[in-house]
């Protein structure tokens, strides 16, 4: 069960992806034909693609790709390709949510920038090389990973969780208009914190047992009384 519900959990993150980076395409060819022949509609329909599509799928495929990092080995911090993919994410829900989403307003009623095809663009190639990233896993263990310590993989619950969340927040969404990444965001941060916690008491756990550069703890070799 467990590794079932992982499977579809990464599925779900590749689809979204996906769906994010052709949405983004989209968005790109609107922004283009608009600028090109001056016609607003197409900056409307670039407006309406980016706030009810495009903007869904980023949010899903942001929340399942750090779902997967916070249940699962991998982490957050422990692998550079995880982290900058982690980074990359980051910067794109912020420019995407308060700068590209503000000029596709403005540029439906008129008022057009340059800038718009260029941040778009941006978008598009960060997510091929995220993609790249997730193929090649480059770079090997940053230094904040303890090669003594390995997290366990979730249980299958969590998985069902992290599954269930996404289409409460479409739900969501699609009655109120917009994108409402509540419980996602909600899921994601108390999952962050629950597993940073449990893996600062795995570290401690593992450096009490002793290494070349220290001796052990007292009891550490005691046999069992078991």
């Not at 407006?47 to 869904?56: G, I, K």
């Not at 779902?67 to 990359?88: D, E, N, Q």
């Not at 420019?95 to 590209?100: M, N, P, R, S």
């Not at 790249?132 to 390995?150: E, Y």
Request: glycine share 8%; proline share 5%.
């Amino acid at each position: 069960m467990q590794k079932r519900a992982r499977t579809l959990l990464v599925w779900l993150h590749v689809v979204t992806s996906v769906g994010w980076m052709s949405q983004a395409v989209a968005l790109l060819a609107l922004l283009l034909y608009g600028m090109k022949t001056g016609d607003v509609n197409a900056f409307k329909m670039a407006r309406f693609l980016d706030h009810r599509v495009l903007a869904v799928m980023a949010n899903i495929s942001a929340f399942s790709g750090m779902m997967l990092s916070a249940t699962t080995p991998w982490g957050y911090f422990r692998h550079w390709w995880v982290l900058v993919k982690f980074v990359i994410t980051v910067v794109q829900l912020y420019v995407g949510i308060f700068i590209l989403s503000g000029n596709l307003e403005a540029a439906a009623d008129g008022h057009v920038t340059a800038w718009m095809p260029v941040g778009t663009a941006l978008m598009i190639s960060a997510i091929a090389f995220q993609a790249w990233l997730s193929v090649a896993k480059p770079w090997g263990r940053t230094p904040w990973a303890d090669p003594k310590v390995k997290l366990p993989t979730a249980s299958a619950v969590t998985f069902v969780v992290a599954l269930a969340v996404p289409a409460i927040d479409v739900a969501i969404s699609l009655h109120t208009g917009g994108p409402r990444p509540l419980f996602m965001l909600v899921t994601v941060i108390v999952h962050a914190i629950t597993r940073a916690a449990r893996g600062r008491s795995r570290s401690s756990a593992a450096s009490g047992r002793g290494t070349a550069a220290g001796p052990a703890r007292r009891d550490a070799g005691a046999p069992s009384p078991r």
